[in-house]
């Protein structure tokens, strides 16, 4: 059983920056996919970027420039660094553990209980 526990979300002002931290205990951390995904409120679940156990990055293109997601396997830790970010950026985001670094969520067994990114204007 993977626990997955982020943090680093909260306040920022339009044109801030975030970086999230997604720390896993419990498995095989390198052998997993990561991703992130978020969702606003009254808005489904999206996927935001994923990164394999060999270090391929996949981002959802809307997102690809300003957002960049990174393992450190020697910490069991994914990151999702965000820049430039707008109101439209605010969500809860979560982490997930996976087989594949897919967007569908089906693709993830284990996900953290969310943290939360607010961007005023």
């Known amino acids: 059983q993977v626990q997955l526990v982020e943090s680093g979300g909260g306040l920022v002002q339009a044109g801030g920056s975030l970086r999230l931290s997604c720390a896993a205990s419990g498995g095989t951390f390198s052998t997993y996919a990561m991703g992130w995904f978020r969702q606003a409120p009254g808005k489904e679940r999206e996927f935001v970027a994923a990164?394999?156990?060999?270090?391929?990055?996949y981002y959802t293109n809307s997102l690809k420039g300003r957002f960049t997601i990174s393992r450190d396997n020697a910490k069991n830790t994914v990151y999702l660094q965000m820049n430039s970010l707008t109101p439209e950026d605010t969500a809860v985001y979560y982490c997930?553990?996976?087989?594949?670094?897919?967007?569908?969520?089906?693709?993830?067994?284990?996900w953290g209980q969310g943290t939360q990114v607010t961007v005023s204007s």
């Open positions: 990164v394999g156990w060999s270090n391929t990055k």
């Open positions: 997930a553990a996976g087989t594949a670094y897919r967007a569908d969520p089906s693709a993830y067994n284990y």
